[in-house]
C-alpha cells in the first residue's frame, strides 16, 4: 500500500548490521546510484545506526518495555527496511509481519519495520524510526502480552511522541511536532479518535497528547502502555497511578 509503485515484493541488500539492527536497503534503489552517493549512503546508515542503538533503543525500552525478543524470528536484532514509499509516507510497520506465514501469507516472520529511503541523512529519519520503533513495541506490550489491539489514534501518536521524548523536536523549525501543528492548524475541527489515515488525524492527535504531556506530565502518555486497557481508559489508568483526580 505504500510503496511507490504499490510491489508487493521488494529485492533487498543487507546494508549494515548494528548491535540491535539489521538496515537493508532497496536493491534497484541502491543500484541506481553513483559511487559518491553510495558512500554517503552507508554513512548516512551507519550514522542512523548508531543513533538507534545509542539512543533510540536503549530510552525507548527502558521508557515503554520491549519488542518481542528474540521475536517470530529468534532473533534479537530487528530489521529496518529502506526503499522508496509514496510522496509524504515516512514509514510504516506490518502487524502480519509478527505472525507465522500460516496465519499471515504477507508476513517476513520478522520484526520489522519500513522506512522511506528518501528521508536518509535527513534529520527527520531519526524521527521516524522512533515513531515506527513504538509500533513494535506497541505490539508486543499490548497485542501479545495482553491481548489488546491499541485505538489507532492513540498507538500513532504514542509513536509520534517518541520523537518529543528523545529531544528530536527541541530545535522546532523542521521537527516533526512542527510537521504535526501545521496539519493541526489546517484541520483543528477534525475528529480525534475517528482514524481515516490522513495527515489532519495525526496534527489532532499529536497536540491532544502534546496538551495532556504539558498538564499532567509525560509519565501519563508513557504509563499508558502498561495499561491493561486501550485508548482513553488506559490515559485515565495512568492518571489515576499517578494519584491524578481526573478523566480524559
Not at 546510484?33 to 548516512?44: F, G, H, N, R, V
Not at 499471515?104 to 536518509?120: F, G, P, T
Not at 502518555?221 to 482513553?232: D, R
Request: aromatic fraction near 14%; avoid cysteine; glycine fraction near 6%.
Amino acid at each position: 500500500a505504500y510503496d511507490n509503485v504499490s510491489r508487493e515484493k521488494l529485492e533487498t541488500v543487507l546494508e549494515k548490521v548494528s548491535q540491535n539492527a539489521y538496515f537493508y536497503v532497496e536493491a534497484d534503489f541502491k543500484q541506481g546510484l553513483s559511487d559518491t552517493d553510495k558512500a554517503q549512503l552507508a554513512k548516512d546508515i551507519d550514522d542512523l545506526s548508531f543513533e538507534f542503538d545509542n539512543v533510540i533503543y536503549p530510552k525507548l525500552t527502558a521508557t515503554y518495555g520491549f519488542e518481542w525478543k528474540k521475536g517470530i524470528d529468534n532473533d534479537e536484532r530487528i530489521t529496518v527496511v529502506l526503499h522508496r514509499l509514496k510522496k509524504g509516507v515516512a514509514g510504516y510497520f506490518k502487524t502480519e509481519d509478527e505472525y507465522p506465514f500460516l496465519l499471515a501469507q504477507k508476513s517476513n516472520e520478522r520484526e520489522m519495520i519500513y522506512l522511506n529511503v528518501d528521508y536518509i541523512g535527513k534529520t527527520l529519519a531519526k524521527s521516524f524510526l522512533a515513531h515506527e520503533f513504538i509500533h513494535l513495541i506497541t505490539f508486543n506490550q499490548k497485542d501479545r502480552l495482553k491481548g489488546l489491539q491499541e485505538d489507532i489514534w492513540l498507538n500513532e501518536t504514542r509513536a509520534d511522541f517518541a520523537s518529543f521524548l528523545l529531544g528530536y523536536d527541541d530545535s522546532f523549525q523542521g521537527s516533526s511536532l512542527q510537521q504535526r501543528i501545521n496539519e493541526f492548524l489546517y484541520s483543528s475541527s477534525d475528529s480525534l479518535t475517528d482514524w481515516t489515515n490522513q495527515k489532519s488525524d495525526y496534527g489532532i492527535a499529536s497536540i491532544f497528547l502534546q496538551y495532556v504531556g504539558e498538564h499532567y506530565g509525560n509519565k501519563i502518555i508513557t504509563s499508558s502502555m502498561e495499561a491493561k486497557s486501550v485508548g482513553f481508559n488506559s490515559l485515565n489508568f495512568a492518571l489515576q497511578k499517578w494519584g491524578i483526580q481526573k478523566t480524559i
